[in-house]
C-alpha cells in the first residue's frame, strides 16, 4: 500500500507571491490534515479535510487556505508569502478503522526569499 | 490555552543505555496523546496512542505512561539503538463536540553514541 506522498517536496518562493501544495493520502484515507513544522514553534496544526469538507481548523490567518477533492486529494494554498512561511509542510491521512491513527507525509520543504 | 511541554529539549545518551522522555500537558478536554517519532528530513512515524483510559502502551522497545491525573506521559526507550537517534514528539488532542484539534510538544532531539 502506497503511502501519503507530498508534491514537490522542495520549494523557492519570493515574498508576495502565493503557493499550492499537493498531498495525496493512502489509499482509502478519507482524512486529510495539514501541518507546519518551523525550528522555532514546532509543528503546528492548520486544518483537517473529511469528505471534501473542512472539519477542523487551527489558528493561521487566513492566507492559508486548503481544499479537498472527491478523491480525497488535497491542496493547501499560501497567498501573500511572507518569509516567517518558511516552513517544512507536512500532511497526514487518517482512516477510519484506526480512529486515531494518521500517517505523514514526507513534507514539502518551503523556502520564501 | 492548550499547552504540551517536553523535556528534556535535548539528550545524547550511549548506544544500549535506557532513557525517558517527559511530557506534560495542559489539553482539555482530552481525547488521546500520541507520541511520534521524526528522523531529520523525514515526516513522523506514531510510535503510541493513549486514551484517558489506557495508562501504558508498549511498542517494541518504546513503552508510553499517561498519567491523566496529572497530567503527565512519559516514553521509556529501552536498549537505545543507532537508530533511535530522531526528534520524539508528544502530542495532545482535545475533543470539542466530537472533533479532534492537535497540540503538538516542540519535541526531545535524541542523539545514541556508539
Known amino acids: 500500500k502506497a503511502g501519503v506522498t507530498q508534491t514537490p517536496r522542495y520549494l523557492i518562493k519570493t515574498r508576495g507571491q502565493q503557493v499550492t501544495l499537493s498531498c495525496s493520502p493512502i489509499?482509502?484515507?478519507?482524512?486529510v490534515s495539514w501541518y507546519q513544522q518551523t525550528p522555532g514553534q514546532g509543528l503546528q496544526f492548520l486544518f483537517e479535510y473529511f469528505s471534501e469538507t473542512q472539519r477542523n481548523k487551527g489558528n493561521f490567518p487566513g492566507r492559508f487556505s486548503g481544499r479537498q477533492f472527491s478523491n480525497s486529494r488535497s491542496e493547501m494554498n499560501v497567498s501573500t508569502l511572507e518569509l516567517g512561511d518558511s516552513a517544512l509542510y507536512l500532511c497526514?491521512?487518517?482512516?477510519?478503522?484506526?480512529?486515531?491513527?494518521?500517517?505523514f507525509g514526507p513534507g514539502t520543504r518551503l523556502t520564501v526569499t | 490555552k492548550n499547552q504540551v511541554e517536553q523535556s528534556p529539549q535535548s539528550l545524547i545518551i550511549l548506544e544500549g543505555k535506557n532513557c525517558t522522555l517527559q511530557c506534560n500537558y495542559t489539553v482539555s478536554p482530552f481525547s488521546n496523546l500520541r507520541w511520534y517519532k521524526q528522523d531529520t528530513g523525514r515526516g513522523p512515524v506514531s510510535l503510541t496512542i493513549?486514551?484517558?483510559?489506557?495508562n501504558t502502551k508498549s511498542n517494541g522497545r518504546y513503552t508510553a505512561t499517561l498519567d491523566a491525573d496529572t497530567k503527565q506521559s512519559s516514553l521509556h526507550i529501552t536498549a537505545s539503538q543507532l537508530s533511535d537517534s530522531a526528534s520524539y514528539i508528544c502530542v495532545v488532542s482535545a475533543s470539542p463536540g466530537g472533533s479532534y484539534i492537535p497540540t503538538f510538544g516542540r519535541g526531545t532531539s535524541l542523539i545514541v553514541h556508539p
Open positions: 497526514a491521512s487518517k482512516g477510519l478503522a484506526a480512529s486515531y491513527e494518521q500517517y
Open positions: 489509499s482509502g484515507h478519507r482524512s
Open positions: 493513549m486514551t484517558f483510559s489506557e
